[in-house]
């Protein structure tokens, strides 16, 4: 007699055994129940450290009293809005509930058994995620020697059954970025049954002259950009991610969207946060870049060996072992960072920018946390 309280998972796809799922960073309320009176700085969802723009959080405040009513299916004001500011047509562009909402609609749209994803590895999870539950092929490429997406690799692993090529750059968890050359070189190499899919959500932090997906785009060339309001724009709780792409994609994607995905103060948070940016976005990006530098160059004098980021978080390769000691020495002082173990890197540790209060707080119980690790 099988137990009525209890699922049959025969009722489950069999491949969804094989399925690494996201493992998030622990939920600062328990944190809070196992420190105690201890202040918590949470260094390990690579989220911006300031509140959403001053224009966003107006907007979300007289949003408030209109959430009887279902959000805007289309989105069309955010794609209004980002079409304007990005001189792309709104019809291109299709806004998610997050980056993650979107990785997850193109693998659902495009991938069947038998067809393959090829990207680099360490790297973002959603696309191994996403591919995996479709039953398609993920085949990892390594990175190159300083974390950044190897595209010459990259371009090597595709083959007749590859649809999707991922080029996550800044590269999560590692922060390597590619060269704009390099993926102009990457994006003429690719044979034309193949998606390229850029995630620039770290785009706002790289500087002048790197890639641009969007530009990419505006060139008229074949590829889906993906960006986010997660990171630079602090709005990482409300979820709102897009992606622009070739003609046709979004109606391509409709099928499988859920209509209601973007909620209705997450849309007009986005387009305010459009509107602030130019006044509000430079000084944040100014204190991410200098904290990311004075962070790495705290870490290098207690031994450690960061790798170059163009993000706003910096990795570090410890080792196994040591990263999961260090790790429980840093939470113990009230510092969370993020083993990189379900990115592919079981020896690293990402560790998030934010004020420079963080930095030196996070310095200060490093400097503890690798003598009682050591
Ligand atoms: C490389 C990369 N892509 C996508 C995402 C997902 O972003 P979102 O918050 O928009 O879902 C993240 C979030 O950490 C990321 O690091």
Redesign the pocket.
């Known amino acids: 007699m099988p137990d009525a309280s209890h699922l049959d998972h025969a009722l489950i796809r069999p491949n969804l055994a094989s399925v690494q799922p996201y493992v998030p960073g622990r939920p600062l309320a328990e944190l809070r129940r196992e420190l105690g009176d201890l202040p918590i700085t949470k260094l390990a969802?690579?989220e911006g450290p300031y509140p959403p723009f001053p224009a966003a959080t107006q907007a979300i405040r007289d949003a408030a009293g209109e959430q009887n009513l279902y959000p805007d299916p289309g989105a069309w004001d955010v794609r209004d809005a980002l079409a304007e500011r990005h001189g792309i047509p709104q019809e291109r562009i299709v806004v998610g509930n997050?980056?993650?909402?979107l990785?997850k609609i193109l693998c659902l749209a495009m991938l069947d058994p038998g067809d393959e994803i090829v990207m680099c590895w360490p790297s973002?999870v959603?696309y191994r995620q996403g591919a995996t539950v479709q039953g398609a092929t993920w085949t990892p490429v390594p990175l190159d020697a300083g974390g950044a997406y190897d595209l010459d690799a990259l371009a090597g692993a595709v083959g007749p059954a590859t649809k999707i090529a991922v080029v996550?750059s800044p590269n999560?968890p590692t922060g390597g970025v590619v060269s704009d050359e390099a993926l102009r070189r990457f994006l003429d190499a690719l044979p034309s049954h193949v998606l390229p899919v850029i995630?620039e959500?770290?785009f706002e932090y790289l500087p002048a002259g790197s890639h641009d997906g969007v530009a990419l785009l505006r060139e008229g060339r074949h590829l889906v950009v993906?960006r986010?309001f997660?990171k630079a724009y602090g709005l990482?709780g409300l979820?709102v991610?897009w992606m622009a792409g070739p003609d046709g994609l979004a109606e391509a994607l409709s099928p499988v969207r859920n209509a209601f995905d973007v909620n209705a103060v997450a849309q007009v948070a986005a387009v305010a946060s459009l509107a602030d940016a130019p006044e509000h976005l430079p000084g944040r990006i100014a204190t991410a870049t200098a904290e990311r530098e004075r962070m790495a160059d705290g870490l290098r004098a207690l031994g450690l060996d960061p790798l170059p980021s163009s993000a706003n978080f910096v990795f570090v390769e410890v080792g196994a072992q040591r990263a999961a000691a260090i790790d429980a020495a840093l939470t113990r002082r009230g510092v969370i960072v993020r083993p990189t173990g379900g990115f592919g890197a079981p020896g690293g540790l990402r560790i998030t920018v934010g004020l420079p209060e963080h930095t030196d707080r996070l310095l200060a119980a490093m400097a503890d946390a690798l003598q009682e690790a050591a």
């Open positions: 969802s690579n997050g980056m993650d909402s990785i973002f959603s996550v999560n995630d959500a770290y993906m986010t997660s990482a979820r991610g």
